[in-house]
DNA sequence: TGACATCGCGTGTTATAACACCTATAGTTC
DNA sequence: GAACTATAGGTGTTATAACACGCGATGTCA
């Protein structure tokens, strides 16, 4: 039983197993929508990663967060959140101050120059899953974040 | 309308559509079980991408494969597969060698030990994979390996 | 109040990813 | 057959990821 993801990986042999299969379509799927971001986040000198954080940051607010919590809110865990802030606040996209009563907290706020970062970057990035995902109608993207949320509670 | 995946990454505003969320749906779902991979490979010394290329050279049999082929098999492109080859060489996992006519391709065959050590890994990954989806059953499964070629379509 | 554990961050180091550039072989065209 | 182009690989460098460890601040308990 050939299917489309092994013409693209040029695999020969069948899948181990319907859950293998799956696993390795899920993987695809991310790598190629990934790759898509990357691509028009580069010339803005960001990483999915950086703007993933960014993005965590804006929805923070005037408040900002801590490192540990941007850490545990980005899609994919980094083991070092303090690098990564650090290098947005080089770009001066981020700005960061031990602030408050617990002097161990290290508050990360968005800036404003982040903020106008963000604001052009939302209609790109609207745009660019639109062209990846719109052609597959609401009816099977809500079936699809259906199945992918049930996927994750197996972990 | 509160999700699943805004409850895991702790966020309170709704998405900026729907796509969005199906993409970062694809993207956190990708994460989770390729971390849940990780663990696993890791103590075999072994990376996912590397286990990926090995799981390609095998496939290949005996003939090998050149190091651009391994490349575009791979689920994640990576733009330097000379390296990533290099490094299961060194681990003996993988011999390369010039043959045949045109002497600018480089074959890269597994090895005996490269096979010994993915056939000592496939009941482990079999196990991972049913534990990680097993639980959404055959129909699920097969909706959502559906779905995502369909997703893929658009890029 | 002093010893201890916990927590939040940072740093140092190594491995890998990412990017641009370079070499060698093979085919192409005049 | 000489110049040109395309292809397959490798190399050098920089940025980032990954991991272990250390420091200072806070909480806890005898």
Request: aromatic share 2%; charged share 30%.
């Amino acid at each position: 039983m050939p299917t489309t993801l092994h013409a693209e990986l040029r695999q020969r042999k069948p899948f181990a197993s319907l859950e293998q299969e799956a696993m390795l379509s899920i993987a695809r799927t991310a790598a190629v929508l990934e790759h898509g971001a990357a691509e028009v986040l580069k010339p803005h000198g960001l990483t999915p990663t950086q703007f993933n954080a960014l993005r965590i940051l804006r929805g923070a607010g005037a408040e900002g967060l801590c490192r540990n919590e941007v850490r545990d809110r980005l899609i994919a865990r980094v083991p070092d959140a303090t690098r990564l802030l650090e290098r947005l606040c080089e770009m001066g996209l981020v700005v960061r101050e031990r602030e408050g009563q617990d002097r161990r907290f290290v508050r990360a706020r968005i800036t404003r120059a982040g903020l106008e970062l963000l604001d052009a970057l939302d209609g790109v990035m609207l745009g660019l899953h639109r062209r990846q995902l719109g052609h597959l109608g609401e009816r099977k993207l809500r079936a699809l974040v259906e199945l992918l949320a049930e996927a994750r509670d197996g972990s």
